[in-house]
């Protein structure tokens, strides 16, 4: 799938992926075509909000992703299989009993639904979501894409199948101790941590236009074309990838 190129974004919360995926695809450009995001949390949170009837940005708003909602209980759960499956789940990662009309959190569903309900039970497989992923951009026939959530070992193993280049995103006011994170942290938190990067985009608080002259730096050194903002002497010099 060399013909299919991917830009990676990785960091913790609050970074600037997702800001760094709009920048690129509103300037970067390879062989005359642009970028389109995509993400492996879209199915997910479009498969939570189609069973409990609600907005995916219900599901994704920061202020109330660990807060439990009155429409979020497992009563209003259109899928019936998913329903013993939560329950177990959930009851476990709060360390006490919930039943149907228990008000959930964002955060537990995805959780429950991603993990113990389509990768780990008879109703999924492992490779669940990365199937969605691949098949929407096969089918999509579009070349260029960017992704700003890629977080665990299986995710990058599908990127790396792609002509994928892979950025660190660091912010200045968001202290990241990587041993300390591997050492006490799991899941997501972890795994993407002990990746090796192409190269490093630095998004410093109070300065938005050094975070963009990073990315223009590393893409243009990499046969990117840029638009809309002036060439300025390269900084980084990382081996081509596209």
């Known amino acids: 799938m060399s013909n299919i190129n991917v830009i990676s974004l990785s960091g913790g919360i609050g970074t600037g992926k997702d800001t760094g995926s709009e920048i690129i695809i509103r300037h970067a450009t390879l062989h ?4 389109r995001q995509f993400s492996f949390a879209k199915f997910l949170y479009q498969e939570i909000a189609e069973n409990f ?6 599901l994704t708003d920061r202020e109330t992703k660990e807060t439990a909602l009155p429409f979020l209980q497992l009563a209003n759960s259109l899928n019936k299989d998913f329903i013993p499956i939560a329950i177990s789940a959930i009851s476990v990662f709060r360390g006490q009993p919930i039943d149907l009309y228990t008000e959930l959190s964002p955060r537990e569903l995805c959780k429950a639904w991603g993990t113990e ?6 109703f999924g497989h492992d490779a669940y979501w990365i199937d969605k992923v691949r098949d929407m951009i096969v089918e999509s026939g579009h070349r260029n894409w960017v992704c700003s959530d890629a977080r665990h070992d299986i995710e ?5 199948d792609f002509n994928t280049l892979f950025i ?18 799991h899941g997501s938190n972890v795994e993407w941590r002990r990746w090796s990067f192409d190269a490093i985009a630095n998004n410093i608080k109070g300065q938005p236009s050094r975070y963009l002259e990073d990315l223009r730096d590393i893409l243009v050194s990499n046969g990117l074309s840029w638009i809309g903002t002036p060439e300025r002497s390269l900084q980084v010099n990382f081996s081509m990838k596209f």
Request: include cysteine; charged fraction near 35%.
């Open 32 to 35: 005359e075509q642009g970028f």
């Open 53 to 58: 009837g609600c907005t995916t940005d219900s």
């Open 117 to 122: 309900f389509r990768r780990l039970s008879n």
């Open 156 to 160: 990058r193993d599908l990127l790396k």
């Open 168 to 185: 660190r995103v660091y912010r200045d006011d968001i202290i990241e101790d990587d041993a300390a994170i591997i050492a006490t942290g």
